[in-house]
């Protein structure tokens, strides 16, 4: 039972705003330790700690009370010019905003906060009295633990010896019919192994991204042993926040739209009514194409500004992320500023709330394995403090995140050779990676490069959940590396995944949705270009040698009839070819989720222009759960094409 009956939306309104108040403090902190004089920056954070103070204390939160007294009275000796900031004095600070965040998880839980640890309370008394910095030091921050991500739902496994899904079945148990047969040139699909995500253990999540660096890691320095801000409350609060903020021009052009709808409505209702009546003459016929042609208007910018409702300024979720850097540096003994750009960047709020754990390891990441220490900094010639930089813009219809670092990048043969070792991949598969496919390994589950174990990084855990949890977005993440120059990991999602841009192709009678974002475009298939290397069906595509997979093959079924149509498909390892039989055309989808099943390579379904149910394909899933033989076309069927 919550401790505070009859206040829950007081309470509410206080821990969304004072969250966000309290990250903005966060940051200018983070801020003020390059700028300790400047006074801009003292007031502001003074009169965060304030709010937070007096909305606390309408709650009758005295924990909180008494803390935030605390720390705001030591902001007004340092604004007054009473105290000098120092690093430790920074440390203690830190310290309360991390015990602040741990209250604020409390509150979500409808529970009073515990009173602050009498150590941290008697470090800012300490500190306010200009005590000895050593009396502080307790208080200094630990490293903020990488949450764990969310595990990701893993789909049902087949039962031993259980074969592949019925498309054809599929189909029609969505549509209500009896089961029919496959086509009948089908074959019974091969088993396909079904991929389950185990769930991560609760334990400390570590992340290799920037293991492999040019030169070994130093021992880490010891950190201050203290309570410090963790992030598991922080990722609470997220977790529970289910409101948004909205623009009211947003909301006024929504409710402008809505009444131009119902105008056209009006209009469209007369019509039928004079077309039942049997008035069909032309200006009757042409006022109909007219009113329906401006509802079709209408819907897509109703359509749109919804959308637009829903997105949400990603510095909203950067503004986490400098505090969690500076902690970390702070432990490692490393000088390092995080840079922001982009922060206006619009995303669907879903998405944030999805997107935070992957920026979480891949911050840490470009902290802890991608920069070097200061000492390996000054000894190479490279400028002692490390640029780490995040940054967001929009391409078309896609966002682009970018998290680079000026460190010691990663070395492809390292790679190669840490994944062999581990069993992860044999030597000859090794040897046939180039190095974009090389720096792929690190997704691997339970590739690592750390001999030793540490409470930071070594479990081989983190990497292959960053992956996942991007695909789940529908979004592909690359990586950049030159060794001795730095790393750069690029995320590229949808602005939403409320409406999916599609291709609609045709295999063997039926019809299938691919993502649009993975095209790059259509080709006719011609038997002359077709040729076989080691075994597989190939074509040659300005001076590129891409792989023919057939989609029947990755399906299970075998081809009714040659295909006419090549689909290039980009995903993030590789480009392949994708043989259909025809395509339907492009359209944008709204994906419904399937009751009650989850077949392997099928993301949802969704309802074409004629009313008939269309299979979104997942790709990924798809091609990662196909065997060599299902998906190539062999090349033998297509000495029978004829040339265009």
């Known amino acids: 039972m919550s401790d505070f009956g009859g206040m829950e939306d007081l309470l509410q309104d206080f821990l969304t705003e004072s969250s966000e108040l309290l990250s903005e403090v966060d940051n200018k902190l983070v801020e003020l330790e390059k700028r300790p004089d400047d006074k801009h920056l003292l007031n502001d954070i003074f009169r965060g700690f304030h709010t937070i103070k007096g909305g ?77 910095a050593a009396s502080a030091q307790a208080a200094a921050p630990a490293p903020v633990p990488a949450p764990a991500p969310a595990p990701v739902a893993a789909p049902v496994a087949a039962p031993a010896g259980a074969q592949g899904p019925d498309w054809q079945n599929l189909y029609d148990s969505l549509l209500g019919n009896a089961p029919a047969a496959p086509p009948q040139a089908a074959a019974a699909p091969a088993p396909v192994p079904e991929v389950v995500l185990a769930p991560l253990a609760p334990a400390v999540v570590d992340v290799e991204a920037h293991q492999l660096m040019a030169e070994p890691m130093q021992s880490l320095r010891p950190a201050p042993a203290t309570k410090a801000p963790t992030q598991a409350s922080g990722q609470q609060v997220a977790a529970q926040e289910t409101t948004i903020r909205i623009d009211t021009v947003r909301l006024d052009q929504v409710l402008n739209l809505s009444g131009e709808i119902g105008l056209t409505k009006n209009r469209l209702t007369t019509l039928r009514s004079d077309i039942m009546a049997g008035k069909m003459d032309s200006g009757t016929l042409k006022a109909l194409d007219e009113a329906i042609s401006q509802l079709d208007l209408l819907v897509g910018d109703l359509q749109n500004a919804v959308m637009k409702t829903r997105m949400q300024p990603i510095g909203r979720l950067f503004q986490k992320y400098p505090r969690l850097a500076r902690d970390l540096a702070r432990q490692l003994g490393k000088d390092v500023e995080l840079v922001i750009t982009g922060e206006e960047t619009e995303l669907d709020k879903t998405m944030l709330e999805d997107l935070n754990d992957p920026l979480v390891h891949l911050v840490r990441n470009a902290v802890d394995h991608g920069v070097e220490t200061i000492e390996e900094r000054l000894a190479i010639g490279k400028p002692a403090k490390a640029i780490v930089e995040l940054s967001a813009t929009q391409v078309g219809d896609h966002i682009l995140i970018e998290i680079t670092d000026d460190g010691r990048g990663m070395r492809p043969d390292v790679i190669r050779k840490k994944a062999v070792e581990k069993g992860l991949i044999d030597a000859e598969t090794a040897n046939s990676l180039d190095e974009k496919q090389s720096l792929q390994l690190i997704f691997l589950p339970g590739f690592s490069t750390k001999d030793q174990i540490s409470s930071i990084s070594g479990r081989g855990v983190g990497m292959d959940v960053v992956k996942t949890n991007i695909m789940r977005l529908n979004g592909r993440i690359d990586i950049q590396s030159v060794v001795g120059e730095g790393s750069r990991f690029s995320i590229s999602l949808p602005l939403t995944l409320a409406i999916l841009p599609v291709l609609v192709v ?27 290397v080691s075994g597989r069906a190939t074509i040659v595509v300005r001076d590129e040698i891409l792989p023919v997979k057939s989609l029947a093959g990755l399906l299970g ?9 090549g689909v290039l498909m980009q995903t993030a390892e590789h480009s392949f070819i994708l043989a259909v039989d025809s395509f339907i055309g492009r359209d944008d989808v709204v994906i419904k989720p399937l009751q009650n099943i989850r077949p392997m390579g099928v993301a949802g379904a969704t309802l ?32 029978e094409l004829p040339s265009y």
């Not at 079924?557 to 149509?565: G, K, L, R």
Request: glycine share 6%.
């Open 608 to 639: 074409s222009g004629d009313g008939s149910v269309v299979l979104v394909l997942d790709m990924e899933d798809l091609l990662a759960s196909a065997t060599a033989d299902s998906s190539s076309l062999r090349t033998a069927r297509f000495t």
């Open 557 to 565: 079924w075998q081809e009714t009839q040659v295909p006419n149509f």
């Open 506 to 532: 045709r295999v063997c009678e039926q019809p299938f949705a691919v993502p649009l974002a993975m095209v790059r475009e259509i080709i006719p298939i011609d038997g002359k270009q077709v040729q076989e």
């Open 56 to 132: 606390a204390g309408f709650l009758n939160v005295d924990a909180m009370v008494s803390l935030c007294h605390r720390t705001e009275n030591l902001f007004d000796k340092l604004r007054n010019g009473e105290l000098k900031l120092s690093l430790e004095n920074m440390d203690v600070i830190m310290a309360a905003t991390g015990e602040v965040r741990e209250m604020f998880g409390a509150l979500y839980q409808g529970r009073t906060p515990a009173a602050a640890p009498a150590d941290l309370l008697a470090a800012l008394d300490a500190v306010i009295s200009g005590q000895a």
